[in-house]
Structure formats: C-alpha cells, structure tokens
C-alpha cells in the first residue's frame, strides 16, 4: 500500500491513496493552520471506525442478517504530553434491521475487534479499546 501526502500551503496538506482518492489535513489555527480540513490523528479515528464498520456489515450481511444501516460512534482519549498517544478509545455500534439476533451483532463486534479490524488490532497496542452496540429495529 502506498500513499502520497502534499503541502499545500501553511500546514495544510493533501493526502493522496493509492486508490486514486484524495483528503485535505490541515491543522489547528494555533499551531499554523486554517481549519480547511481534517486533523491527521481524526483521520486515524476514523479510519479505525470505517475499518470496523466495514466488518460488522460484512460479517453479518454474510450471516444473513437483514441490517440496514449501522453506525459506529467513536470518542477516544490522548496522552496530554507528546507524543499524545490515543489512550482509550470506544467505539459504540448502532445497528439497524428487522428481527437482527443480537448474538450475531455481538459476536459480528468481536470478530471485527480481535480478528479482521487491522486498524483496531494495531491500535490497540497502544490504546485501551472497548467496544458495545444496540439494536434498532427498522
């Protein structure tokens, strides 16, 4: 995997994937920037977010649950002095379908926690992560 980041001006940057996509990162007014994009360590939250996401759908759409939606809420918490490490960080799945067995969703959020998330797997090196979620029936 390969990835290509940009100054633009001041700190702002682009960053560019390898699959084509691009994002702007910029940094916070105190420290130069001008709030045009995404913080770098947000963009790491999200992405552990996505990456689990991705998983608990996939998990049990092959399972055969009949989901519609699923959210993943995420808040995380930082070292206070460099370098400001995540430390904690949760993460709190709604999932949304008709008649959906919760031992499947659980047991979707596990596998995606301890298995198949890279993202989480890798952060949690570092960070305590904890994970829950709720049923909406749709």
């Known amino acids: ?6 100054l ?6 682009v960053g560019q994937s390898e699959s084509g996509h691009s994002v702007v990162m910029d940094g916070p007014p105190e420290s130069g920037g001008r709030n045009l994009g995404i913080r770098p360590m947000e963009m790491l939250l ?3 977010g996505g990456c689990s996401a991705f998983d608990v759908v996939h998990i049990l759409r092959k399972a055969r649950q009949p989901i ?3 959210v993943a809420d995420l808040s ?10 995540f430390t904690q960080i949760h993460v709190h799945f709604t999932v949304t379908g008709q008649s959906l067995d919760p031992k499947r969703v659980e047991q979707a959020v596990l596998l995606s926690a301890e298995k198949y998330c890279s993202a989480s797997i890798m ?3 570092v960070a305590e992560i ?3 979620f709720e ?4």
């Open 1 to 6: 995997m390969k990835a290509r980041v940009k």
């Open 8 to 13: 633009i001006e001041g700190v702002s940057f």
């Open 46 to 48: 999200l992405g552990l």
């Open 68 to 70: 519609t939606d699923c």
């Open 76 to 85: 995380a918490s930082r070292a206070e002095t460099d370098p400001k490490v």
């Open 123 to 125: 952060l949690g090196k």
């Open 130 to 132: 904890t994970h829950d």
């Open 135 to 138: 049923i909406i029936e749709a």
